[in-house]
Structure formats: structure tokens, C-alpha cells
């Protein structure tokens, strides 16, 4: 069965703390995302990645930064963790190419309370 | 701005029939996804529409109109197990998906 792995379903962290969230895929995919779910708002990508080492900013990349240092694997980083930052982040890839088609395998969430 | 507009929330008897409008406006179109959210839940696809008209799979059809900018999700012979977030997302001329905010479909008994 194929997957996107999160390592962390749920996680407390204080103001100022660095987070690591990560996420893994084995379905050979090349593209990776990193999304947020809000409740009363879309899916906002944060950053997206098309290949190993190279990463794309989303709508809204602020206050995080990410890793592609293996094509499976796709790390998502807050330096310094804030309160508004308390979310559902939601890991997702698809396979190459840029294509209207190409449909996205989520992995199940890690929800992240920043205290 | 580029918006997609659903339903925050539905309700609907177990064995009906439900219907989920989406309406967007984006900066060109190269398609139109709905996807499934069980709640604590990742995502999952459901239809895909790029042309107008009907797709239908199994129970579920998804419709699209281009020229109007609206999209809906029909779903069939209701059952619990469809209790669900629906979520419709649009692909811009960049490729970009723009997401609604979710439709949460409560099926009652």
C-alpha cells in the first residue's frame, strides 16, 4: 500500500522552540508539498519541492523553511516556533511533471499546538 | 483574488442523494479536483474534471462547467461511512492548486 508517512501525528512545543516535521513517500514521487489546514480556510501551501535540493516558496513561506536532501523525504522546519503557527500540517507528493492531472497522495496530518 | 467557494456544511439522510456546489474564480483553469476528508484523516481523491460535463464513478459523479466557473460533487445511496469533509480545489494557469475551505457531510440515520 502506498505512502505518505508523517512522523509525528501530534506535537506540543513552546514559543521559540525550532520543530522538525518530517515526511516520507514511497512511491518514487518527484514532487513534494507542504501544506496547512485551517479550520474555515483552504489548504495553504507553504513550500513545494520538484526535485532533490531544489524548493519552491508557497503562499505563504514565512516563519518556515524546508529540506529535500533525498528525493523520499521532505522536511518541513520552524525555526522558531510562534503561537500562530498552532495548525494541521499536511505533507502531500505526486509524480513528475507539471500536469493538471497529476493528483496528490496526503499523508495523515501532524498537529502541531504551539504554547 | 482568486476564490473557491462551497458550503461549510451539509446534512443528509442515510440512502439520499446530496449534492456539493463549488464555485471558483482563478487565474485560468487547468482543472478541477475533489478530494475526501474523513475527519483526523489525510486526504483522499476523488474526481478529477478538465472538460464540462459529467464524470461519473461508481457512486459518486462530478460535474463541471468552465464558462460558469461552477463544479458539483453528487453523491448516491448515502451511507454513513461518507460522513466527510469534501474539499474542491482548482488548478490555476500556474499550475497552483487553490483550495476551498471544505464542505463537512453529516449523514444521518
Known amino acids: 500500500d502506498v505512502k505518505v508517512t508523517q512522523s509525528s501525528r501530534y506535537l506540543v512545543k513552546r514559543t521559540g522552540e525550532k520543530v522538525f516535521l518530517e515526511c516520507v513517500q514511497d512511491?518514487?514521487?518527484?514532487?513534494m508539498f507542504w501544506y496547512r489546514q485551517d479550520p474555515g480556510l483552504g489548504l495553504r501551501l507553504i513550500y513545494f519541492?520538484?526535485?532533490?535540493?531544489?524548493?519552491e516558496k508557497g503562499d505563504i513561506p514565512e516563519g518556515y523553511s524546508v529540506s529535500r536532501e533525498k528525493k523520499e523525504r521532505f522536511s518541513l522546519i520552524l525555526e522558531s516556533a510562534s503561537t500562530n503557527q498552532t495548525s494541521m500540517y499536511l505533507c502531500?507528493?505526486?509524480?513528475?511533471?507539471?500536469?493538471?492531472?497529476?493528483?496528490?497522495?496526503f499523508g495523515a496530518g501532524s498537529r502541531l499546538t504551539v504554547l | 483574488g482568486q476564490n473557491i467557494d462551497q458550503p461549510t456544511e451539509m446534512t443528509a439522510t442515510e440512502g439520499a442523494i446530496v449534492q456539493i456546489n463549488c464555485t471558483y474564480q482563478t487565474s485560468g483553469f487547468n482543472g478541477l479536483f475533489w478530494y475526501q476528508q474523513h475527519a483526523g484523516e489525510a486526504p483522499t481523491f476523488l474526481s478529477y474534471?478538465?472538460l464540462d460535463g459529467l464524470e461519473e464513478k461508481g457512486r459518486f459523479s462530478s460535474f463541471l462547467s468552465r464558462s460558469k466557473g461552477y463544479s458539483y460533487l453528487l453523491l448516491k445511496e448515502l451511507q454513513m461511512k461518507d460522513s466527510a469533509s469534501y474539499l474542491c480545489a482548482v488548478m490555476d494557469s500556474n499550475y497552483q492548486l487553490i483550495w476551498g475551505a471544505g464542505t463537512k457531510l453529516i449523514i444521518k440515520p
Open positions: 512511491m518514487d514521487h518527484e514532487n
Open positions: 519541492s520538484y526535485d532533490v535540493k531544489m524548493k
Open positions: 502531500a507528493s505526486s509524480p513528475s511533471g507539471v500536469s493538471g492531472a497529476n493528483v496528490l497522495t
Open positions: 474534471n478538465v
